[in-house]
């Protein structure tokens, strides 16, 4: 290593772990997709209680629930025991999760009998799983935006993106693999909110979401051993008082010179090591949350988490292959993020996004239903699906990383993602009751009302960009302090 110049592979070695927890964002959000129909079919047969469409629609988004909680206490955890720590009681969530939602009997109730209580610790465990998610999503932009050169640091916060998508896509994949030559049982509704199995496989039912679930330990594992051996961010030193120990990781990353005018550069902007939320103006922490908001409130999880209903509705022969299509057509697209971001800026891929999410959206809208259309309905939900994966998908991240000055950082990041679970559990479980209103009205009324309404709200997003969000391209963390102070 040159003392002088710094290591990239040291560098590149920190952000490889710490976007694991990305994975593990994508992974463990996306898995529903594919269990929650033999999950529902095991359920519906209890004898003490009856299942629900409502109880089967918190079932499937319980573990947001945990999202909220977990990016809620990011903050005091990140602020208290550091980001390092912090992610290790993250992984630890996400390990005990995956193992208790694939045997949620836990050696303590019937193996294979549902009943409502097994319902209640499932759902406990999808819960401890979300607060991991949580506080990942949190903390791991975090952790990169402050380890990363301001030069690169948009490139390497997108990596995190890129592994959220990366973990659907690999939890598509397995669970294609875990389906197999298996089928998912034909559920129908039977009217006010309750549904039945017309047919199901029995090891669907029985076995097969167990295994989706539990695929989840190994990455998980994984992701919890090896963060241990990651350095804790040098900004979190300094305003810990570990001045010698931040500067030699500064060193490493940086080299010695770059090191220590960085290092100078924090302490600059941390005379005071707490400063209230709203230190530097009500705009600064208002952008951030709207960012979040606005990354959720285009409805793209809508398509994420019910994609293979989505494509059954549409005639798809094979739903879950066409989920994998899109999840590589997402994961292509996130990279155009990744390579563009430090050269392009932040504010133009969130504003061309938008744009792109509305079409896409506006043409679902028009298009859904009609079966001469479908192949433009397909190409529809493929644009707007793409578009949020160079857009709103990464950069959301790069600018939670990015926008808040040191001394509000963990604070005001852990107000703006829990906005983010908050909304993201709105828009999922708002998302099928309003896609489902031509059930009652005879008509398709619900389709293009919910993809019209996504589509109008992208349009209010690109308007908020190009109106209030500053550009953050080669701005240091100290630079966004400056700024903000003269705003306030």
């Known amino acids: 290593m040159n003392n002088h110049q710094g290591s990239k592979a040291y560098l590149v070695g920190i952000v490889m772990v710490a976007v694991l927890g990305g994975l593990l964002f994508g992974y463990d959000t996306a898995v529903i997709s594919g269990a929650e129909k033999g999950l529902q079919a095991f359920f519906l047969s209890a004898p003490d209680f009856r299942y629900s469409d409502f109880m089967h629609g918190f079932t499937s988004s319980s573990a947001l629930i945990g999202c909220i909680v977990g990016s809620g206490i990011s903050g005091l955890f990140a602020g208290k025991f550091g980001r390092k720590r912090s992610l290790v009681f993250a992984g630890i969530c996400f390990f005990i999760s995956a193992w208790g939602s694939m045997n949620p009997e836990s050696y303590l109730l019937p193996y294979g009998k549902p009943s409502w209580n097994l319902l209640v610790v499932f759902n406990l465990y999808r819960i401890l799983g979300g607060i991991g998610v949580g506080m990942a999503s949190a903390i791991c932009p975090m952790y990169i935006g402050e380890i990363a050169p301001s030069n690169i640091r948009g490139m390497l916060v997108s990596f995190n993106q890129f592994a959220i998508i990366f973990g659907q896509l690999v939890v598509y994949f397995v669970n294609f693999l875990i389906l197999g030559d298996h089928t998912n049982p034909v559920i129908t509704s039977i009217g006010q909110g309750f549904s039945q199995v017309v047919s199901g496989d029995p090891w669907t039912i029985s076995t097969g979401w167990r295994y989706m679930f539990g695929s989840e330990c190994v990455p998980a594992g994984l992701f919890t051993i090896l963060i241990c051996f990651v350095p804790e961010t040098p900004r979190y030193l300094v305003l810990t008082g570990q001045d010698g120990k931040a500067l030699r990781i500064l060193t490493r990353i940086n080299g010695s010179e770059v090191a220590q005018q960085t290092l100078n550069d924090i302490k600059n902007t941390m005379t005071e090591k707490t400063e209230k ?95 001469s259309l479908s192949t433009v309905t397909m190409l529809s939900i493929m644009v707007y699906s793409a578009s949020f994966m160079f857009s709103w998908g990464p950069i959301c991240w790069v600018y939670m990383a990015e926008l808040f000055p040191n001394t509000i950082r963990s604070s005001a990041t852990a107000i703006a993602v829990a906005f983010q679970w908050i909304f993201n559990f709105i828009v999922s479980s708002t998302f099928v009751p309003l896609f489902n209103m031509h059930l009652t009205r005879g008509d398709d009324f619900g389709h293009w009302f919910t993809y019209g309404l996504y589509g109008v709200i992208c349009v209010v997003a690109a308007l908020f960009v190009w109106r209030l969000v500053p550009e953050t391209k080669g701005k240091t963390l100290e630079d966004m302090t400056k700024l903000w102070r003269k705003q306030a």
């Open 277 to 371: 939320l709203f230190s530097f103006g009500f705009m600064c922490v208002f952008v951030g949350i709207m960012l979040s908001v606005f990354q959720q409130a285009v409805g793209i999880n809508a398509v994420l988490y019910y994609a293979p209903r989505i494509f059954t509705d549409m005639g798809m022969a094979n739903p879950m292959m066409q989920t994998v299509i899109m999840g590589v057509v997402n994961i292509t697209f996130t990279l155009v993020a990744v390579f563009t971001v430090e050269k392009l800026g932040r504010k133009p891929l969130l504003i061309s996004g938008s744009i792109g999410m509305a079409i896409g959206a506006f043409g679902v809208a028009l298009t859904f239903g009609n079966d």
